[in-house]
């Protein structure tokens, strides 16, 4: 079983960087990241239940239905069009591969996903919840007052956000909703304080159907039918819960807003934003007040990091038997033991789990794998008949029901400064590469250096300073050297060392190497007719700029090599795993 405050990231962080670029990009790979990691942890793990813990959207409280005004006039355009969209979105990321297994047969029976419980992003806090946004938010995920037996132990989904209002200042009466009771706001936490009345008699009857559904019996009570008369008194008898059935199955609270806690109470060393500022003792223990790593007990617009002492005390008093509770809203990991509620293990272990996504404030997000095992039908254990009723072992000992373990995703923030930092020295390195093969005369098209033909004529290290020589019928005698004969006493053909007079500077300019787009003026055929000219001259400037101008094309052509095999292979592992 699984725990997750996805908070999904949507434009309402992303509006004030008015850059449509980076919010598709931001979007977008959220959405990506989380919906891999969903599914190979679906693949993985398999877990039988899934349960998020709120905040589902970003905005969700923003994207008003029709006829509701809102306060804060940025998001007047947003409506229930927008909040039907990131449903989809929703839907997408967590809900497709869980159809499509469900589709292929691999889901057994009693699994569950279960994401009702609201958070203050999808509904707002206490007096600024909107009825009509919490309506909307019910009809498409459920109740957020609800229980469910997993695992035979009773999981109870409380919103909180909606019952933080009964302790809220009202300022259209100028009195607290716990104290003045029928104040404006009552409507808010009204639902969620008629069910935490009725919170132990819904458990024992969820507790009994489930019991009866193991045992291959029905659903519900069977009901007798027959005649009474009114003034019966069995007519006004309430059904009586079977209490007994509550002490063998543990009850966990899910609540998106944290319980109360002392002041810079340490949530231990598993917290990333702020590690413990001491090393534990002999005995392992961290020191239970330490405010860096703590949870700071403070309200503001929309927000709350923790619950009233009133309404935490509230809260358990009126659910039970309560030993765990899974919290969110915080985004990082916080545990902590409440050892002022009675509970058999001398506190109840509370753990607010980490976000799910990588944009929410942590490098690591993750979520929290829960192993539950508390067996009833053993001859150790306390047995239950098929009619429901409980026959207790006195011999019974209380055991530990509950493993969790969190769970990290990967860094994505390291992942994407790694990319940056290897894309950096591979475009340098292909820089380097550029510059090296264009002062050397040396380019990857093979007939710029063979002159259109397969293999090259003729190749030179070094070249001439002064015009390439050319033919003439008088030469002089050089001292120890032979005399020249005479052009009318040759019977073969010109040397192919000089060339005829006629000759153009393309066909020079191709003997020595040079490419016929080059300049003259390369310092591969050297000064040439120019070289009595001025450096200033502005042949010179556009020689220097078209060797400039190579480097930028060997460059480009070097990004185009390297950068599609490597972006198509990217791109297919992106997409398989």
């Known amino acids: ?43 993985s793990l398999d877990p039988r239940t899934v349960l998020f813990l709120g905040d589902l959207f970003d905005g969700g409280r923003e994207w ?32 497709t591969e869980w159809l499509r297994r469900a589709r292929s047969g691999q889901h057994i029976n009693h699994r569950k996903i279960l994401a009702g419980l609201p958070g203050n992003h999808d509904l707002g806090l206490g007096s600024g919840i909107k009825v009509p946004v919490r309506k909307r938010f019910n009809a498409f995920f459920g ?15 409380l919103d909180t956000v909606s019952l933080s209002a009964k302790g809220q200042f009202d ?92 002041r810079d109470t340490a949530c231990g060393p598993l917290r990333e934003r702020s590690p413990p500022s001491t090393k534990p003792n002999q005995e392992g223990e961290y020191l239970e007040q330490d405010p860096p790593n703590a949870i700071r007990v403070e309200f503001g617009f929309q927000y709350q990091n923790v619950l009233t002492p009133e309404i935490s005390k509230e809260i358990i008093d009126k659910i039970g038997d309560v030993e765990f509770a899974f919290s969110g809203d915080d985004h990082d990991y ?47 254990q306390t047995t239950f008949p098929k009619n429901g009723h409980t026959k207790s072992n006195p011999t019974k000992q209380h055991h530990q029901t509950i493993q969790s373990n969190l769970c990290l995703l990967p860094n994505q923030l390291s992942i994407f400064i790694r990319y940056v930092t290897f894309l950096a020295i591979t475009l340098f390195a292909l820089l380097i590469r550029a510059v090296r093969i264009t002062r050397k005369g040396v380019t990857l098209n093979a007939g ?13 290290s070094t070249f001439d300073t002064s015009p390439p020589p050319h033919v003439s019928t008088q030469h002089q005698a050089q001292p120890h ?15 192919p060392y000089s060339f005829p007079s006629t000759t153009t500077d393309d066909t020079k300019r191709r003997y020595y190497g040079i490419s016929l787009h080059d300049d003259p003026l390369d310092e591969r055929w050297g000064r040439g007719r120019w070289s009595e000219e001025d450096d200033d001259h502005p042949k010179r400037k556009r020689a220097v700029e078209s060797r400039l101008g190579r480097v930028g094309r060997e460059f480009r052509k070097s990004i185009l090599l390297v950068g599609v095999p490597v972006g198509a292979w990217w791109i297919y592992l992106a997409g398989r795993f």
């Open 1 to 43: 079983m699984h725990h997750y405050p996805p908070d999904m990231t949507s434009k309402i962080h992303l509006a004030f960087y008015g850059d449509y670029l980076a919010e598709y990009t931001s979007l977008h790979h959220t959405d990506y990241y989380m919906r891999k990691s969903f599914t190979l942890l679906q693949n």
């Open 64 to 95: 008003l239905p029709p006829g509701v005004s809102g306060s804060d006039p940025r998001w007047r355009s947003y409506g229930e069009d927008y909040w039907i969209k990131e449903y989809g979105r929703f839907g997408n990321v967590f809900l």
């Open 143 to 157: 109740d957020g007052n609800r229980v469910d037996v997993i695992g035979n132990h009773t999981f109870v989904s």
């Open 171 to 262: 300022p259209a009466t100028g009195r607290q909703g716990a104290i003045g009771g029928e104040g404006s706001d009552r409507e808010i936490w009204g639902p969620a304080e008629e069910f935490l009345e009725g919170a132990k008699a819904e458990k024992s009857r969820v507790i009994g159907r489930a019991i009866r559904m193991q045992n291959d019996g029905l659903e519900n009570d069977l009901l007798f039918h027959h005649v009474l008369d009114i003034r019966d008194p069995e007519v006004r008898q309430p059904v009586q819960p079977a209490a007994s059935l509550d002490g063998h199955i543990p009850s966990v609270l899910l609540t998106h807003v944290p319980l109360y806690r002392v």
């Open 334 to 380: 916080c545990e902590v033991i409440h050892r002022g509620y009675e509970s058999r293990w001398g506190g109840i272990r509370e753990i607010t789990v980490k976000a799910f996504s990588w944009a929410m404030g942590v490098r690591r997000p993750g979520f929290l794998l829960l192993s539950l095992w508390n067996p009833l039908n053993e001859a150790d």
């Open 448 to 460: 710029t250096y063979t002159n259109g033909h397969i293999l090259p004529l003729a190749t030179k």
């Open 481 to 495: 050297s032979l005399a020249v004969r005479s052009a009318a006493g040759r019977t073969r053909a010109a040397s």
